[in-house]
């Protein structure tokens, strides 16, 4: 069985238990700052678990682009895998333990379906707490689908699910295939390896709050996922995914380029596969960001960087990056067609930042080898691989353990802080002047890019954000992440948008508040832009609200008429306007 087709039988079922199946959501969660990528397929769904009704229903199923890095050092072995997808269903106040459970078994073992012998099965279950019983209820409906005594494990915490610290929650009970040479053994043990878990139904009853209390949710729920990746291989008999058709294209790829075989250096070649089909899936993201030294961005190069370090290590030579994520595209352009259309962008930001890092990994690799002749690396060691060959932290550790020295990382830390509140001020003397002058007629522009930001998502997008502005007494400019060429007419919907907004004679305000509010408010800022503990955002009446230093006219009508003067592309994705004002 190939990818597309588990997943295609995994919808069919659902479907076929009055399910809808609902797209993937974006991998980057837009509006929310409290997780970097998608962990789990439950995710974008937490509005419907906690009672607003879903607009297809009370019972959904999908497959969904999930990343996670926190198993970063465990990539590479046969399981673990950084960006990967989730089969799920969910029912938001609907079914309940006795459906989820007895349809999880009908799908693993039905003839139909995926046809598991029942002999190759185990399950665990919620062993109870304080605020949550044992939960005797799932144990007796395996008992009487046909799971021996020993194959069901009582567990604690692990079986208690919740994505992060806080939310929809509950206890959640798992299935488990046998990996291992010949029959499995009579009794289930939860901590041996072979047994792999596959699925996980969690009945999303309770609510987690800051304080750490669970109180019952409104409504009962179930969030289930199983994970495509291991699916797929202990369906195909492989010990791992990377030799299914989700990897080996890439592994393939990668062969030829080193010269070497897979069987020579699984690990790397795993390394490399798993991390370029992240890269491809977070540049190719309908929110995606390019590579940084912040955030998702900052995970984002530290999946380049290590490509390129691995592909070093296997003896690659040329650039290869881009040709290793033309086979990702091929591969999965029809089920995620984002990729597909984002394939330009991909293959810019890939080949850009492989090339930067080509030509410092060489000298970095020797002076690190220099350093560590000394034993341990010092904070400022670590520093200066980041700061002058662009070696992330992680990279220098893990170069580290490999000589089973360490790194000081609390004193890079402290290097990496001094530095950062060094460009902090730096920065701030830049806006001060950042404004070419603060004369009446770039204050007046000041003041019209804010409306053309919100102008923008308002008549093209709500996804555009500011990438860049720039204002002169000539003109004002301003850069955004859009996909295409605007039209003539949408270039004139926009002007005249900002026009109707400045004849509506809007006061301006600012207002002082912490960041966390400016963000609660969804007030805009500047995409890669770090901005302090407590920030100015300013009001243009209730049309615009953004993060800025000022300064600004008191009402829209100072403005007077604002004229777009040219519409262009400054880089994949991302275009300019310049304007100016009459
Ligand atoms: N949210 C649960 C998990 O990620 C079930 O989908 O395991």
Redesign the pocket.
Known sequence: MNAKQLIQKYLDFFKSKGHAIIPSASLIPANDASVLFN?????PLVPYLTGTPHPVGKRLANVQK?LRTVDFENIGDDTHHTFFQ?L?NWSLGDYFKKEAIGWSFEFLTGKKWLNIPVAKLAVTVYQGDKAVPRDEESYALWRSLGIPEERIAFVGKDNF?I?GETGPCGP?T?MFFWTGEGKAPARFDSDDHRWVEIW???F?AYNKKEDGTVTPLKQKNV????GLERTLAILNGKKSAYETDLFFPIIQKIEPFSGKKYLQEQRPMRIIADHIRAAVFILGDENAVLPSNVDRGYILRRLIRRIVRYGKMIGISTLFTVELAKIVVQEYGDLYPEVRQNKERIYDELRKEEEKFERTLEKGLREFGQMAKHGDLSGTDAFLLFQSYGFPLEMTEELAAEKEIKVNVKGFLAEYEKHKELSRIGAEKKFKGGLADASPVVIRMHTATHLLNEALRKVLSPDIHQRGSNITPERLRFDFNFERKLTPEEVKKVEDEVNRVIRAHLSVKRVEMSHDEAVRLGAEMEFGVKYPARVSVYFVGDYSKEFCGGPHVNNTKEIGHFKITKEESVAAGVRRIKAVVE
């Open positions: 962990t789990a397929g439950m995710q999930c989730m799920g699910w994505a959640s798992e996980n139904d969690v999303m969030d289930t996922g199983m």
